[in-house]
């Protein structure tokens, strides 16, 4: 006669029956804060603290490889795509300027080192640990973490908070002058960090269907669009993720996942076509300026030349960057696909194929609100490709997104995910997930 013990755990989706403590709330509201790069400092962002960003870096890092070696039972598929991502983003570009341009390997780290913040996602999971958070608890430190964001960088982009004096490795060391002046009337005001954070909690509400309780925040981004972080790209990103959030949230419990493949797809090979149109024929891009203009001819003409080899990035540092070589300054992330094709090559199809699959195998995996916020924000990014880097140092938006998916868990669909573990006369079967939980990872 068997004897049989069940034993029930909630997973990712019990979530919502239990309220997180206060010190958890308060550790999620600092992690958010901290991935989302509103303290980092870099030759745009001024008022940040030196070594932030290479500091999370190298935690997150450390963290993976602390959860690959002692739990790598507790690490799922999408885990190690995510890691594999990172690290194609990182070292292609380093490993390609070396052998196009010769330039050493330690100007292309610290030129490529953003990207490593893909890892930053293992230093959540990794302080989180086994907490558990319901919807509300996330509304609410999500609020917190918006209220942060918008006094923080309104404070700093009217200089109300001293401007740090800069770091050793700066390539714009006259930027860190006292009284320097840019000849951009915006520059004050248009690069801040942290940006992701102010977008997330009005769309939070909007997934969750609280209009009216979104039109507050909503009121208060516009406002930071226009007097704080003026930046037309992401003007556009945030109100075309938006826009998606309403679309996909009618069909929230039945996404239809060939979104994934026909928006990218579609998308990117119709903006290739008309690059190729462009370039043959002589004929500028309608949605460039003359200098992003002069850059597309340069970057894209090498690239077909080379057979769609990978050019890599160069550093200013680095005998002042793209200008030996072509005369001007050449930022790839201005001419976002074309720049992509530039720096990344052949490489770039089987990166943008990770990056479908990684968003493909959460939503399968989860059914909750910030998956419909990670679709739309993957859609609103296939539509934006040439404007902007979407892969490379969007990293820890990324990560940002993929936490905070996990930490919510099921919320529609599948309410729990529980397992049964059944003792019988010889040995007990082994549970689909671990005892601690799914969202456990230290």
């Known amino acids: 006669m068997s004897s049989e013990v069940i034993v029930i755990r909630g997973g990712a989706g019990s979530a919502d029956t239990s309220s997180a403590t206060f010190?958890?709330?308060?550790?999620?509201?600092?992690?958010?804060?901290?991935?989302?790069?509103l303290f980092f400092l870099s030759d745009d962002h001024r008022y940040g603290a030196p070594f932030i960003q290479e500091g999370l870096a190298a935690s997150s890092i450390l963290c993976?490889?602390?959860?690959?070696?002692?739990?790598?039972?507790?690490?799922?598929?999408?885990?190690?795509?995510?890691?594999?991502?990172?690290?194609?983003?990182?070292?292609?570009?380093?490993?390609?300027?070396?052998?196009?341009?010769?330039?050493?390997?330690?100007?292309?780290f610290l030129e490529e080192r953003r990207t490593l913040l893909y890892f930053s996602y293992f230093f959540a999971m990794f302080v989180i640990g086994r907490?558990?958070?319901?919807?509300?608890?996330?509304?609410?430190?999500?609020?917190?973490?918006?209220?942060?964001?918008?006094?923080?960088?309104?404070?700093?982009a009217y200089e109300l908070v001293p401007r740090n004096q800069g770091f050793s490795f700066s390539a714009h060391t006259e930027q860190f002058a006292e009284g320097f002046q840019s000849e951009d009337a915006r520059y004050a005001t248009r690069f801040l960090n942290g940006y992701m954070m102010a977008f997330m909690y009005p769309y939070y509400l909007l997934a969750r269907g609280k209009f009216g309780k979104a039109m507050l925040p909503i009121?208060?981004?516009?406002?930071?669009?226009?007097?704080?972080?003026?930046?037309?790209?992401?003007?556009?990103?945030?109100?075309?993720?938006?826009?998606?959030?309403?679309i996909l949230r009618l069909k929230k419990d039945h996404l239809n996942l060939t979104l994934l493949f026909i928006a990218p797809v579609f998308f990117m090979v119709l903006y290739f076509l008309y690059y190729l149109y462009a370039y043959l024929f002589g004929e500028p891009v309608a949605f460039y300026d003359m200098y992003r203009n002069l850059e597309f001819k340069i970057i894209f003409r090498d690239t077909l030349r080379d057979y769609f080899m990978p050019h890599g990035h160069l550093s200013l540092q680095f005998n002042g960057g793209f200008k030996t070589y072509y005369g001007i300054n050449v930022y790839t992330a201005d001419v976002g696909l074309a720049g992509y094709l530039y720096k990344y090559?052949?490489?770039?199809?089987?990166?943008?194929?990770?990056?479908?699959?990684?968003?493909?195998?959460?939503?399968?995996?989860?059914?909750?609100?910030?998956?419909?916020?990670?679709?739309?924000?993957f859609v609103a990014v296939c539509l934006m490709a040439p404007f902007d880097?979407?892969?490379?140092?969007?990293?820890?938006?990324?990560a940002i997104l993929m936490t905070l998916v996990k930490i919510q868990g099921d919320t529609y669909g599948r309410k729990t995910i529980k397992y049964i573990a059944r003792v019988r006369r010889g040995g007990a079967s082994r549970p689909s997930y671990s005892p601690t939980g799914v969202n456990a990872v230290a």
């Open 64 to 108: 993976f490889a602390y959860i690959a070696i002692f739990h790598r039972d507790r690490m799922e598929r999408f885990d190690w795509y995510m890691a594999f991502l990172a690290l194609i983003v990182f070292f292609v570009p380093v490993f390609f300027s070396y052998l196009y341009f010769k330039q050493p390997l330690n100007f292309g």
């Open 345 to 377: 090559g052949f490489f770039y199809i089987p990166l943008i194929a990770i990056y479908i699959a990684i968003v493909g195998m959460l939503y399968r995996r989860y059914r909750n609100d910030f998956n419909i916020i990670m679709m739309a924000a």
């Open 23 to 37: 010190f958890g709330k308060f550790l999620l509201t600092a992690v958010l804060l901290l991935m989302s790069g």
């Open 131 to 156: 907490r558990q958070y319901s919807s509300n608890d996330i509304e609410s430190v999500l609020g917190v973490v918006f209220w942060v964001v918008l006094i923080w960088s309104a404070l700093n």
């Open 219 to 246: 009121i208060f981004v516009v406002a930071y669009m226009l007097y704080v972080n003026q930046t037309r790209s992401l003007g556009m990103m945030a109100g075309l993720t938006a826009i998606t959030i309403l």
């Open 389 to 398: 880097e979407h892969i490379s140092r969007q990293g820890v938006h990324f």
